[in-house]
């Protein structure tokens, strides 16, 4: 599969495939998947010569990223790119309070907490890497911050307003410390990409 090469700040950068993959449907998005269709699936993608994984904490309540944390275990680490997001942590609760129902099927009993704050994102990334198996992510992020998902304006300018006094320093760390490349945002809308860019030294935006 034909790749391409980006190093925006002369980091060594990442090389893509010009496929990837989103791991929500492993997540059980909308309907249950087994763990062995799961397994054959990922490994399909893998063989079929995809090395760009895209996952999140929200996918399955973590269980996409421990679905395809388990399908690369054993794979040399600099033959593919992960991608994983911040903006939620993840806190046990009883089964008949989990968040995502009619929307995630047969997943961990998790409610989903918003947290943009320099803590949240340390937070996040360690839980990440531990479900994932790996040392480092190469892209990290920001997750739904957008009007979509925060139903008003004030929420929104709040939560923003914490990624940039908070996370967005977390993001910052973890790039010049190796342990991502690359921070961003993935979101649902255009505006906060531009308002964020216009802020901060994003590197990427992914608009779904």
């Given amino acids: 599969m034909k790749t391409r090469h980006w190093d925006r700040i002369g980091n060594g950068g990442l ?13 059980n998005l909308y309907r ?10 990922l490994q399909l993608a893998w063989d079929s010569g995809v090395r760009y994984f895209d ?15 388990r399908m690369l275990r054993g794979k040399p680490r600099d033959e593919y790119i992960i991608s994983t997001k ?54 990290l992020f920001a997750h739904d911050i957008d009007l979509a998902n925060h139903g ?20 910052s760390d973890l790039r010049d410390q190796g342990v991502i490349k690359a921070f961003g945002a993935g979101v649902n809308e255009w505006q906060p990409c531009q308002w964020l860019a216009e802020r901060g030294d994003f590197d990427i935006f992914l608009l779904a």
């Fill in 15 to 27: 090389t893509f495939t010009e496929l990837g993959f989103g791991t929500a449907p492993v997540g």
């Fill in 32 to 41: 249950a998947v087994n763990d062995a269709d799961a397994d054959a699936l």
């Fill in 55 to 69: 996952t999140a904490p929200l996918y399955g309540l973590g269980l996409s990223e421990s679905r395809l944390g």
């Fill in 86 to 139: 911040i903006g939620r942590l993840l806190k046990a609760t009883t089964p008949d309070k989990r968040d995502g129902f009619g929307k995630w099927f047969d997943v961990p009993a998790r409610n989903e907490i918003y947290d943009y704050s320099y803590d949240g994102v340390m937070r996040s990334i360690e839980f990440s890497l531990e479900r994932l198996g790996t040392h480092r992510i190469d892209m």
């Fill in 152 to 171: 008003s304006q004030d929420v929104l300018d709040a939560k923003l307003a914490e990624l940039m006094s908070g996370g967005y320093r977390a993001l």
